[in-house]
């Protein structure tokens, strides 16, 4: 099986979302599963990653070599972030293949968030404070990168970070809602073609 992790921008994204994602495909019972991220094209932002022309040419780009495509971005607040990313899995549904699975998940509010999930965090930071915040990676990742000495590191900590977030991927599910709901759906999809 193959999945590819569609981001916002994979330039910081893909130190987190590869490690997790690799966890979950564990967690439904894919551990050989090849979890790659989409360099080409790379996005840029929200704003050309919520734009279908530009899913489409991706799914177009990689027919035949994909089993799941994953699109991920931060939730940044916005409440209309989860049915943008409804139309774009409705307009994905009608040219993909039976065998093709197309999801699209926001983390709750930027995807640095799942990596704090998976850490003990200081005694005086508030887990909804942090869930709630706009802005959380700013206001704790980067500030837990630093204590954690791993801001000098591979995207500003990110990679070591999440490698040791996703050896807590129960955790991860527990703390985050949407990552459970992608679970559950991945899992529903590979249950329902099996």
């Known amino acids: 099986m193959r999945v590819l992790i569609i981001t916002e921008d994979f330039r910081n994204d893909q130190y987190i979302l590869q490690p997790i994602i690799m966890a979950m495909m564990k967690a439904v019972g894919k551990p050989k ?5 989409c360099r080409d094209p790379l996005l840029g932002g929200v704003t050309e990653a919520l734009k279908w022309e530009r899913i489409e040419e991706i799914i177009d780009g990689n027919r035949g070599q994909v089993d799941i495509f994953l699109l ?17 899995e409705e307009q994905a549904a009608n040219i993909l293949a039976p065998d093709e699975l197309f999801l699209a998940a926001n983390a709750w509010q930027e995807i640095e968030v799942w990596v704090l999930a998976g850490h003990n965090l200081p005694a005086d930071w508030n887990w909804q404070a942090i869930r709630n915040k706009v802005n959380p990676k700013e206001t704790y990742f980067l500030p837990f990168a630093e204590q954690r000495n791993a801001i000098n590191q591979i995207g500003e900590g990110r990679k070591l970070l999440a490698s040791e977030a996703a050896r807590r991927y129960n ?9 459970a709901d992608l679970e559950n759906r991945i899992r529903a999809w590979i249950e329902g073609n099996t």
Do not use: N, S
């Open 72 to 88: 991920c971005v931060d939730r940044d607040g916005r409440e209309g972030r989860k049915m943008a990313l409804d139309r774009i």
């Open 33 to 37: 599963t090849q979890v790659e991220i």
């Open 171 to 179: 955790r991860l599910r527990q703390l985050c809602p949407e990552i």
